[in-house]
């Protein structure tokens, strides 16, 4: 999805860049192209990278779990999938409204 630099009125593709930490902080930003200027998005930790690695697993898992196929025995573990990501995504926000 492209955007317009504010500074330099280019348009560019964000390609979003995850920083080095700083005191276990890490920020995710991206850079223009065309004159270098650096958009902070938000910050990550290692706590809301690591759920980040759940949320994706479990979502990954929920594809595999057919949708109508074998409902009755596939029902109960789709719902604790989805309740696992439900959990997942409520923690990772806690930690992002701590840190950003
Ligand atoms: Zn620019």
Redesign the pocket.
């Known amino acids: 999805m492209k955007t317009r630099?504010d500074?330099?009125n280019?348009m560019f593709n964000p390609e979003v860049q995850k920083s080095d930490p700083k005191a276990g902080v890490y920020e995710i930003y991206f850079v223009?192209p065309?004159?270098d200027?650096r958009y902070h998005c938000y910050n990550e930790n290692d706590q809301s990278l690591s759920i980040q690695d759940s949320i994706n697993t479990v979502k990954l898992e929920l594809t595999k779990v057919p949708k109508i196929k074998d409902f009755v025995k596939k029902f109960n573990k789709r719902q604790e999938l989805i309740t696992k990501l439900k959990n997942l995504t409520d923690d990772k926000r806690k930690i992002l409204e701590k840190i950003n």
């Open positions: 630099c500074k330099c280019e223009c065309h004159c200027s």
